[in-house]
């Protein structure tokens, strides 16, 4: 025999069904062709008023956090170890690639240091 839920579920269980009924009885007196869109728009009021509920709060971006993902010191490396190969095999592009990895590593640098 199944166990029947506690009281305090069980008045929320007929909340739930006396509202899905109301539902139900707007959507049948719609016509035929209008049906099917108000079930689906039922179903997305639904669903998008309960996970907004159910989401949890991000938390506060600081901007210490914020200005340490900005950090152009990173590009720089990258654009550093991909200029020495540019280098090899077109020389020009290699040193405009390994100038701005310098003028970003210099800036990256200087950045850390002022905000500290």
Do not use: C, H
Request: zero cysteines.
């Amino acid at each position: 025999m199944p166990q029947l839920p506690a009281k305090p579920e069980r008045e929320l269980d007929d909340k739930v069904e006396d509202l899905a009924q109301r539902i139900v009885q707007v959507v049948n007196t719609a016509s035929p062709e209008q049906r099917q869109d108000l079930r689906e728009y039922a179903m997305e009021l639904l669903r998008d008023g309960t996970e907004a509920a159910d989401a949890p709060l991000a938390p506060p971006r600081t901007a210490n956090a914020n200005a340490a993902a900005t950090n152009p010191l990173g590009i720089g490396l990258l654009l550093g170890v991909l200029a020495l190969p540019a280098l090899l095999l077109f020389p020009p592009v290699g040193l405009v690639l390994l100038g701005i990895a310098v003028v970003l590593g210099v800036w990256g640098v200087l950045a850390t240091l002022l905000r500290r």
